[in-house]
T-cell receptor, first 115, second 115 residues
């Protein structure tokens, strides 16, 4: 059973460009979240998708947008890239459930470098 | 807002030494508390969790107790191994409700265990 898979693993872009990162959740999971992890920092919540809608959003500008597809996979889009957007972008998935014994599974991330 | 403060690293210990990584939090309501571990080149893995006051989470010899009176969730292990070398993140979730699994992370503590 594959876990959370992200692509690509590494990406280099220049300032002002746009980028799309992709995530396939763990089998059976229907909720996908995205996190930004700057070097030496903890991950910061960007947003969460469930039933193809953005359900929660962290403190990130509108340049960050996303999408969830009917098969639960997700994309993260960042427009007008800034140097400060260089980070490891993590995708996490979970089976949406009111029980507290569910846990988030994280992918290995996409390392984005903006030059 | 919610926040997590954890002991800054790096921490270097000899094999079989005792480990403590301090974590304190600020949150409204009754958050769930987590410790995640990140090995080099890998995604975050849940190490242990506690969902209410006085709960003790434990896994692989690691333990942490949810202390509401001191708003703390310190990670401990009695005898560390070289294989425990990784970055450890303390995190909280404001609570599991329909569709919400947003985590707030600390900055991480890098642990290196030397033979």
């Amino acid at each position: 059973d594959a876990g959370v898979t992200q692509s690509p693993t590494h990406l280099i872009k220049t300032r002002g460009q746009q980028v799309t990162l992709r995530c396939s959740p763990k089998s059976g999971h229907d909720t996908v979240s995205w996190y930004q992890q700057a070097l030496g920092q903890g991950p910061q919540f960007i947003f969460q998708y469930y039933e193809e809608e953005e359900r929660q959003r962290g403190n990130f500008p509108d340049r960050f947008s996303g999408h969830q597809f009917p098969n639960y996979s997700s994309e993260l889009n960042v427009n007008a890239l800034l140097l400060g957007d260089s980070a490891l972008y993590l995708c996490a998935s979970i089976k949406s459930n009111l029980a507290t014994n569910e846990k988030l599974f994280f992918g290995s991330g996409t390392q984005l470098s903006v030059l | 807002g919610n926040s997590v403060t954890q002991m800054e690293g790096p921490v270097t210990l000899s094999e079989e030494a005792f480990l403590t990584i301090n974590c304190t939090y600020t949150a409204t309501g009754y958050p769930s508390l987590f410790w995640y571990v990140q090995y080099p080149g890998e995604g975050l893995q849940l190490l242990l969790k506690a969902t209410k006051a006085d709960d003790k989470g434990s896994n692989k010899g690691f333990e942490a107790t949810y202390r509401k009176e001191t708003t703390s969730f310190h990670l401990e292990k009695g005898s560390v191994q070289v294989s425990d070398s990784a970055v450890y993140f303390c995190a909280l979730s404001a609570g599991v409700w329909a569709g919400s699994y947003q985590l707030t992370f600390g900055k991480g503590t890098k642990l290196s265990v030397i033979p």
